[in-house]
């Protein structure tokens, strides 16, 4: 095979494949991943990783992953998983006992659970600055479910020090600011339902449990041709965690009429509008969304990638320099490591001088209505549940203040 063949094959537009079907598209997208990871070829792999069906499957997936990850980390630091517990690994056994509870296979679910569980802890003990949060187990057991084990914990460690360092403070303060960027996104995407969701006002805290765990708290069980694979494909392929923000903000579009439907008839049942609006959006989500409406979401967030970015909405007004939103390349890990214990820095002086601001009866209770939306899914047969200390001793922090 010629080098300009490979070039072609590699950076081949999935869209000119429309005149045959997503079977053949699928099968010949395989054949130009394969291409692609065999000549290391990582913007191809970039390109390829954003298009329809992402990577394909998890064979290639993890490949693919491990091949982009540590295209953006050089290197490797010198720490060692401790032998001395981290002091979360007890909360982190009660979630990962409920996880993956749609598995039917006993022993592979059990199986699986001792992987996600040795895998967390391994992050955990080798990095003991982080602090566990109830979803995480959510989002690393995506990786559970497509990574062969000699490169999951490489993997898992790379994109934890990369995407959800923001997440994995000890207070809500990152993740908080998160929230003020998801408003530009929703309120430039859509003034009308960004009026009626009052984001020019208020954070959007409805949203809090699909930012902490980067959208798989809105899926009750992860088969392997899941969305959820190709949503991850997205952020590791576009190095650019915000896009989630995208597909989040495609996904209230998508039920838009919906939930304005819904707020106004039920605004009489509420005392206050913040209620009303974080109730609505999480019952519509929960009732609502099926897999089938993920193909039109993600497709139309593909549209939109490039047009969303963080110089477009200067991110930095709204989060730390730090923060995990504003993408990093050609870091060595012990930059990574150290741009982790600025924001930790950081977070901590934010706590001192935020100690003496009083926050509104309102606003403590939309706080508080958030949080239990992350702690627990309402009404929902999905067992993953968010559980836990670090969220349940946040929402203290918010109350006590």
Known sequence: ???????TETSFDMAS??????????????VIISNALQNEDVKGLEQLGVSKFGFVNAQLRGKAWLSLLKSRVKGSSENK???????????????????????????????????????????????????????????????????????????????????????????????????????QFIIGRDEQLANVLQLTKRKPIFAIASVLTLLTHNFEYFEQDSPIFSIFDIIISTNNLSNIFVIYTELLVYFKEEIL????????????????????????????????AWDEILAQSRLRFDEESPKKYNFTKYVNRYSSLLPLVNSDESELIDILGKEIEWNESRKITKVSIKISPIIKWSLVIGIIAAVVKVGSSHTNTMHGSSLIESLKKVLST
């Open 1 to 7: 095979m010629n080098s300009e063949w490979e070039e």
């Open 17 to 30: 494949l429309s005149f045959i079907s997503d079977l053949d598209q699928s099968k010949l997208k395989r």
């Open 81 to 183: 998983p401790l032998r001395q517990p981290h002091k979360d690994e007890y909360q982190v056994k009660l979630d990962v006992n409920r996880a993956l509870s749609f598995i039917s296979d006993e022993k592979r679910k059990l199986k699986l659970r001792d992987l996600l569980y040795d895998t967390i802890v391994k992050v955990l003990r080798k990095f003991p600055q982080l602090h566990y949060y109830q979803g995480y187990h959510e989002v690393i057991s995506v990786f559970v479910l497509t990574c062969d084990p000699e490169i999951l914990d490489t993997v898992v460690e790379l994109f934890t020090l990369l995407y959800l360092r923001d997440y994995m403070m000890d207070s809500l303060q990152c993740t908080l600011e998160q929230l003020d960027v998801l408003s």
């Open 261 to 292: 439907k819904q707020i106004k008839a039920f605004e009489a049942d509420f005392e206050n509008d913040m209620d009303v609006i974080h109730s609505v959006v999480q019952q519509t989500l929960l009732k609502l969304l099926r897999i089938s």
